[in-house]
């Protein structure tokens, strides 16, 4: 199988915001289009980031930038441990000319950040509440996740990264927009002229821009975010495929499946029975 692609499924497109607590992750590389922090809140764990492995106890912590090709294992094959995990957009800070935005864009967290206890608690808190469907739960979410960028900012566990020329930072931010469009309106027929009323360029220029800061074609991004929407909804949903395709923005069944295929090296069902048999092999119901 190909590298795998995962994000989180939020309950909404206008909270940029994911937080879970499970028992399995997924132990195949892949990567997000958004923050992740992951907690290890029991047992023993191994993370893969980029080629290298590290091990990590309850208490640890990962940070992810975007775009990282990360996987995670049990140190002792049947051995289980559990996890928090919240995956976000930098939307959760404000718009793109939002100070608080401005700023946490200009930095990179700590990979192996230090967290109290008091937020550890905090954390597996808000991912009940996210299980449990609590109403106003994503307030406590929000103040959880800014209690955490603010404890980094705190305590130093940051470094700046070299600022970026104006022509770059406003190409970027473009882009960004563009981006936080596609993910929030997935699920939708997403079309070039859409975008172009957006960035207001023409549509060979927005086209080159897009390709040089995104690396992919338009097209390609957005079927790729469609397959990683699909990945998690099997990973983490009952739905069937066809219930799975129709509610990520594919009308067309057997498109669906060449466009799986293409990205994750398998068809959905064939996905779908790898997923079911790692999670019998981890010995969860």
């Given at each position: 199988?190909?590298?795998?692609?995962e994000?989180?499924?939020?309950?909404?497109?206008?909270?940029?915001?994911?937080?879970?607590?499970?028992?399995?992750?997924?132990?195949?590389?892949?990567h997000?289009?958004?923050?992740?922090?992951?907690?290890i809140?029991?047992?023993?764990?191994?993370?893969?980031?980029?080629?290298?492995?590290?091990?990590?106890?309850?208490?640890?912590?990962?940070?992810?930038?975007?775009?990282?090709?990360?996987?995670?294992?049990?140190v002792?094959?049947?051995?289980?441990?559990?996890?928090?995990?919240?995956?976000?957009?930098?939307?959760?800070?404000?718009?793109?000319?939002?100070?608080?935005?401005?700023?946490?864009?200009?930095?990179?967290?700590?990979?192996?950040?230090?967290?109290?206890?008091?937020?550890?608690?905090?954390?597996?808190?808000a991912?009940?509440?996210?299980?449990?469907?609590?109403?106003?739960?994503?307030?406590q979410?929000?103040?959880?996740?800014?209690?955490?960028?603010?404890?980094?900012?705190?305590?130093?566990?940051?470094?700046?990264?070299?600022?970026?020329?104006?022509?770059?930072?406003?190409?970027?931010?473009?882009?960004?927009?563009?981006?936080?469009?596609?993910?929030?309106?997935?699920?939708?027929?997403?079309?070039?002229?859409?975008?172009?009323?957006?960035?207001?360029y023409?549509?060979?220029?927005?086209?080159?821009?897009?390709?040089?800061?995104?690396?992919?074609?338009?097209?390609?991004?957005?079927?790729?975010?469609?397959?990683e929407?699909?990945?998690?909804?099997?990973?983490?949903?009952?739905?069937?495929?066809?219930?799975?395709?129709?509610s990520?923005?594919?009308?067309?069944?057997?498109?669906?499946?060449?466009?799986?295929?293409?990205?994750?090296?398998?068809?959905?069902k064939?996905?779908?029975?790898?997923?079911?048999?790692?999670?019998?092999?981890?010995?969860i119901?």
């Open positions: 199988m190909t590298n795998q692609y994000t989180i499924q939020r309950g909404t497109t206008e909270f940029p915001v994911g937080i879970f607590a499970q028992t399995i992750y997924l132990n195949e590389p892949h997000h289009v958004e923050y992740e922090l992951l907690l809140s029991e047992g023993r764990a191994v993370i893969g980031i980029e080629g290298h492995e590290y091990p990590l106890k309850a208490g640890d912590a990962v940070f992810l930038e975007p775009g990282t090709i990360h996987y995670a294992r049990s002792v094959d049947g051995e289980i441990y559990r996890y928090n995990a919240i995956i976000f957009s930098d939307a959760i800070l404000g718009n793109e000319n939002d100070p608080c935005r401005i700023f946490f864009e200009g930095i990179r967290i700590n990979r192996f950040p230090a967290i109290p206890k008091s937020l550890c608690d905090d954390i597996r808190y991912s009940r509440l996210e299980a449990d469907g609590t109403e106003g739960r994503q307030i979410i929000k103040a959880c996740l800014l209690s955490l960028i603010a404890h980094f900012i705190r305590t130093g566990q940051y470094k700046k990264v070299s600022p970026l020329d104006s022509y770059k930072r406003h190409s970027r931010n473009t882009i960004d927009s563009v981006l936080t469009y596609v993910q929030e309106h997935f699920r939708e027929n997403i079309t070039l002229e859409s975008l172009l009323e957006i960035t207001h023409s549509k060979s220029y927005f086209i080159r821009l897009f390709h040089d800061n995104v690396g992919m074609g338009l097209t390609e991004y957005v079927n790729k975010y469609r397959i929407k699909s990945c998690l909804d099997m990973l983490y949903t009952d739905k069937n495929i066809t219930e799975v395709a129709s990520n923005g594919f009308n067309n069944i057997q498109y669906f499946s060449r466009v799986f295929k293409k990205y994750m090296g398998c068809t959905p064939q996905y779908q029975k790898n997923l079911k048999g790692n999670i019998i092999q981890a010995g119901p």
